[in-house]
């Protein structure tokens, strides 16, 4: 029987996560410092994480993207539209490259309907 490994808090690294929402475009979710006991560690920057959702033909898309030049809620806010706008767009190569990589593993049958000849199979 294979033994799990025990899940443990990284008690060095530990952040408290406040949320805050407009109800239209995004979530943008501010992740505080905090040392074991909950206090504040102000060693450690404050981080500005945003998500928003992109609706495909697929459903919804949840995009989530660091806002790296904020250092208050405001300048995060106000970074808010432009980071979107990267992270849709990184989102989107990712995609494409998946969807390459997936076509390129397709196996296509040789044309003539019905079975291939000889039971041949063309790769692309």
Do not use: H, W
């Amino acid at each position: 029987m294979n033994a799990q490994p025990e899940a443990r808090f990284d008690v060095d690294n530990l952040y408290r996560e406040e949320s805050y929402t407009d109800r239209r475009v995004g979530t943008l979710r501010v992740l505080v410092p905090v040392k074991s006991d909950g206090g504040a560690d102000p060693s450690r920057p404050t981080l500005y994480v945003g998500q928003i959702q992109v609706m495909t033909p697929m459903g919804a898309l949840p995009i989530t993207f660091e806002l790296d030049q904020a250092k208050t809620l405001a300048e995060a806010i106000a970074g808010f539209g432009d980071g979107a706008k990267i992270g849709i767009e990184e989102t989107m190569r990712e995609l494409e490259q998946m969807r390459r990589e997936q076509a390129s593993s397709l196996v296509i049958p040789e044309p003539g309907g019905g079975r291939p000849a000889g039971g041949r199979i063309r790769m692309p």
